[in-house]
């Protein structure tokens, strides 16, 4: 499809117009024709809205920090901690259809594409204060910011309902509308992307602060390479193109040297980075860290959230993997008991320590929502499942450079099952608390294997732990409220 295709197509999207969703999480109001045509007449109300996009990553808080616990937490990868019934239950994988925190997730998400639609369907329309280049990037910043939230409904619910327009009924006939089948949803998201990445540029300058903020060529790129992995039949041709794309970007996208700086708080924007959520700190800053960090970094004294498990300290340790394990886990002697790692006071309990500025509740930690090492594991996925173990063994060992480790064995190597496994274990060593466990886990199809293997202990009581998964559990339940609102959406099997 060609540029000016796009645009005049952008009208023409026809999918559902609203959904029902809770009053102050998303306006259900109509957009009015004088809203429309007084209130986003020009190329910087334009760009304002763009930026309103771009803000819900800040406001959202599934993007600041729940997202963590539906990845991580929820896998072997990090114990709930704190005191949340909520997130206890991400961690025993028992999850309710009244959970909050899975109905603002969706809600807050649904509200960002909202806006994104916005976005999309005024641009077309706007003469004054515009250039075409500008109106071509914009619309691609949207398309590609669309997309990424669908990827993260599909992702989580499975088929969701498509809304692809503005809001401009409350009519129930028009907004209760059922749930597209995740096949649909997929198709959508590639759809945009492709054609984001024909309207979107490399980079907008020299400036790396705002290359890694605003979605490019590599990040249309790069999340390409993952949805054509996890859709329900994937395609690792369109993976290993995509990757290469990014790979062999304009861009330059380089591994950094010392794995440690990419989190040390010194070096966010860098040149592994391909797109970050930006926080400048104070009244702009993000609240995650503090519910992460012990008391010497946090400065506060109550039990913190986001763990990290046994198992994935084990993990780190029979690796022989310190500068990844050191770069990701912080130990400190606490005054709290805890239920896997200490059931006296002033046990040692490990932190979450990707972000490590607390600041009072308004850190200025940057947060990574793509980055090269990520790719080129994705890449190392893709040889693999289409026979090339040598040249995917080799991607993995790139990644194993840069932290001190060895090559991959001949074990590692000796078939594409025993590959597959070694590349998900990189995968999990590299990416811990970065969002990626549970979708791993389950596109590779090991979830309910895994998730049942994992021998922990409950100090409280001294007996194991029963993670009783099933398949059924690889989706989160579709919220309660949302059902009582809309009586079309179908609950997901097992809830």
Known sequence: MTKKNIINGILGLSLAFGLFSCDDQLDLRPISQETTENAYSTGTQLEAALTGVYESFQSNDYYV???????????????????????????????????????????????????????????PQIQEGITENQREEYIGQALFLRAYHYYNLVKNWGGVPLILETIKSTDPSEVRIPRNSAEEVYAQIIADLNDAELLLPDTYGNDASINKARATKGAANALLAKVHAQKPNPDYEAVLSHANAVINSPAGYELLDNYDQLF??????????????????????????????????????????????????????????????????????????????????????????????????????????????????MKAEALNELGQLDAAAAEVNSIRERVD???????????????????????????????????????????????????????????????????????????QNEINRNPQLEQNPGY
């Open 264 to 377: 040390d708080g010194n070096n966010y924007n860098n040149k592994e980075s391909i797109l970050e959520i930006q926080y400048l700190g104070s009244d702009e800053g993000t609240w995650g860290p503090q519910m992460h960090l012990p008391p010497s970094i946090s400065g506060d004294t109550w039990r913190k959230f986001v763990t990290p498990s046994k198992d994935l300290v084990e993990a780190y340790n029979e690796e022989g993997d310190e500068v990844r394990k050191n770069a990701t886990i912080l130990f400190e002697a606490v005054p709290w008991i805890d239920e896997y790692w200490g059931n006296e006071i002033n046990s040692e309990v490990p932190f979450a320590y990707k972000w490590r500025n607390a600041s009072g509740w308004a850190s200025a930690d940057n947060d990574y929502i793509l980055r090269l090492a990520d790719i080129i594991l």
């Open 405 to 479: 480790l060895p090559e991959l064995t001949a074990d590692d190597m000796q078939n594409g099952d025993a590959l597959r496994r070694a590349i998900l274990e990189e995968r999990r060593l590299e990416l811990a608390q970065e969002a990626n466990r549970w979708d791993d886990l389950v596109r590779y199809d090991l979830m309910v294997q895994i998730m049942k293997n994992v021998d922990d202990l409950d100090l409280r009581n001294n007996q194991p732990v029963d993670y009783n998964v099933s398949e059924t559990d690889a989706l989160l339940p579709i919220p």
């Open 65 to 123: 920090w729940d997202k963590i616990i539906f990845q991580d937490v929820r896998s072997d990868n990090y114990y709930a901690g704190g005191d949340n019934p909520e997130i206890f239950e991400f961690d025993a994988v028992d999850v309710s259809t009244t959970n909050s925190r899975v109905f603002n997730a969706w809600s807050s998400i649904y509200n960002a594409i909202s806006k994104a639609n916005l976005v999309i369907e005024r641009a």
